[in-house]
Each structure stands twice: as C-alpha cells, then as structure tokens.
C-alpha cells in the first residue's frame, strides 16, 4: 500500500514540475507581452505596420532562418527587435537581399552586444524596397530548448 501511495505521489510531484516548466516556457515566449513591448518603442512617431514572432528549437548546429519584409520606398520604418528569450550567442542580421544572391549587403547586424537588462533592439532603415532578416541561432550547449524571438515594423506618420 505505502508503494503505491509513494508511485502516486511521485507521478503527481512529476506532473505538476511538468506544468510548472510548460508554463514557464510559454510565459518566456507570450505574443501579446512580447508585442506590447515592441509597440512602446514605436511610439509616439511610428505607426504599427506588422510584426513577427518567430519560435524555434535549438539543436547541436547552428541554424538560421531568414524573414522577407516588404516596405514602400519614400517611408521611413522603424524595426524593434526583442531577443529576451533568446540564448546568449542568437545573431539578427538585417541584409539588403536575400540569402545567396550576388549583391546582398548587411545593413544591421546585432551580435554579441547584447547588454545587460536589455534585450529590445531598435533599427531604422534608410532607402530600402525590401529587407531580409535573418536570424541565426548557435547550438545549443543547454540541449534541446524552445525559444522565440520577434521584431516589430512601424511606420513613421
């Protein structure tokens, strides 16, 4: 009897880390906490435009994913990016082109800067029809872990 009270005891101290740790995890990546800290940097000459949350898993290599952003020449954008769930050694390049053609330029990058307590990154660009973010995510020394990192566009009005 004091076995089986002992397995379900054990099983529920499981289940509730469990969920203890899914519920953390999700908290770190939330949409509407993540983009309400992007907005405020917007304000007050930028319009929202659109945003991006991009979720990823870590693994031993290094990995990249790369995001296409459309923009109407005359404007003037602003680009808010927030890394705060992302690890120490995640790279945001924004390029002129996209991956693999001949005349692609980096025009921002953000790597290794990041400072302490900060973790949204602002980029205004200047002259440009289209922009590639990329983002590169180094392997993970930690395992596998579920991570996010965003950027906003505003417009200026």
Same mark, same amino acid.
């Given at each position: 009897?004091?076995?089986?009270?002992?397995?379900? %005891?054990?099983?529920?101290?499981?289940?509730?880390?469990?969920?203890?740790?899914?519920?953390?995890?999700?908290?770190?990546?939330?949409?509407?906490?993540?983009?309400?800290? !992007?907005? %405020?940097? !917007?304000? &007050?000459?930028?319009?929202?435009?659109?945003?991006?949350?991009?979720?990823?898993?870590?693994?031993?290599?290094?990995?990249?994913?790369?995001?296409?952003?459309?923009?109407?020449?005359?404007?003037?954008?602003?680009? $808010?990016?927030?890394?705060?769930?992302?690890?120490?050694?995640?790279? $945001?390049? $924004?390029?002129?082109?996209? %991956?693999?053609?001949?005349?692609?330029?980096? !025009?921002?990058?953000?790597?290794?800067?990041?400072?302490?307590?900060?973790? $949204?990154?602002?980029?205004? &660009?200047?002259?440009?029809?289209?922009?590639?973010?990329?983002?590169?995510? &180094?392997?993970?020394?930690?395992?596998?872990?579920?991570?996010?990192?965003?950027?906003?566009?505003?417009?200026?009005?």
């Amino acid at each position: 009897m004091k076995t089986m009270k002992n397995i379900i %005891a054990i099983a529920l101290l499981s289940l509730f880390s469990f969920s203890s740790l899914f519920a953390q995890e999700i908290a770190s990546c939330d949409a509407t906490t993540i983009k309400n800290e !992007l907005k %405020a940097e !917007l304000k &007050p000459d930028y319009k929202y435009d659109s945003s991006k949350i991009t979720r990823y898993t870590t693994s031993g290599d290094f990995q990249g994913k790369e995001i296409e952003v459309p923009l109407f020449e005359g404007e003037k954008y602003r680009l $808010v990016f927030n890394i705060t769930d992302a690890d120490k050694n995640f790279q $945001v390049y $924004v390029y002129s082109e996209k %991956a693999g053609t001949k005349n692609r330029k980096a !025009l921002f990058a953000l790597k290794n800067v990041r400072e302490e307590g900060k973790s $949204v990154y602002v980029y205004e &660009p200047e002259g440009q029809s289209k922009l590639y973010i990329t983002y590169v995510i &180094p392997p993970s020394l930690e395992g596998v872990k579920e991570s996010c990192a965003a950027f906003m566009l505003g417009y200026k009005f």
